[in-house]
């Protein structure tokens, strides 16, 4: 398998508003809160989301929960360029929709801050968890789809190395 053939593979489709990224074993929502609800959130409001779509059941599964700030950063994709709410590019497959947030609520807090990622710029950074809706914060829900994956020594487009 070529390394084209593998980049083309990453996610799949599961047809049921998941995708799978079958390099890391893991579930995405295919849609963000922002792209399901219309409105940005603060920590609060995104682990009420997850907790939510827990109980629904959604796509048949219970164990949603927020990425960490790692499994953000492998998402992250300098070569691709989707657009966000604003038609400004952030750096998600394709296979995520159009229209999604750029700054997402991630799992790691300690005190009054809670941990974000942005896909414009391939950065994690503390956000205070009351970041009012001005904040254009968003969450996109993952779980976790098989045996954790590590991966050591890979390094970004940017230059950073990656700690998987």
């Not at 996610?11 to 219309?38: A, C, H, P, Q, V």
């Not at 059941?57 to 164990?63: H, I, Q, R, V």
Request: hydrophobic share 30%; net charge negative; glycine share 6%.
């Amino acid at each position: 398998m070529s390394d084209e053939e593998e980049f083309e593979d990453r996610f799949i489709d599961n047809g049921d508003e998941t995708l799978t990224d079958s390099r890391y074993n893991l579930m995405w929502m295919k849609e963000d809160l922002y792209l399901m609800k219309g409105k940005w959130c603060n920590w609060k409001g995104a682990n009420k989301f997850v907790s939510q779509i827990n109980e629904q059941k959604f796509a048949g599964f219970e164990d949603w929960r927020l990425p960490t700030s790692q499994e953000c950063r492998n998402l992250y994709d300098h070569e691709c360029k989707n657009a966000d709410f604003n038609d400004d590019i952030v750096h998600l497959d394709l296979k995520f929709p159009e229209g999604c947030g750029f700054t997402y609520w991630c799992a790691e807090d300690k005190g009054i801050n809670a941990m974000a990622y942005n896909f414009y710029s391939d950065r994690n950074y503390p956000v205070r968890k009351i970041t009012s809706a001005e904040g254009f914060m968003s969450c996109r829900p993952v779980r976790t789809a098989g045996p954790k994956v590590k991966k050591f020594g890979r390094t970004s487009n940017t230059g950073r190395t990656r700690r998987e």
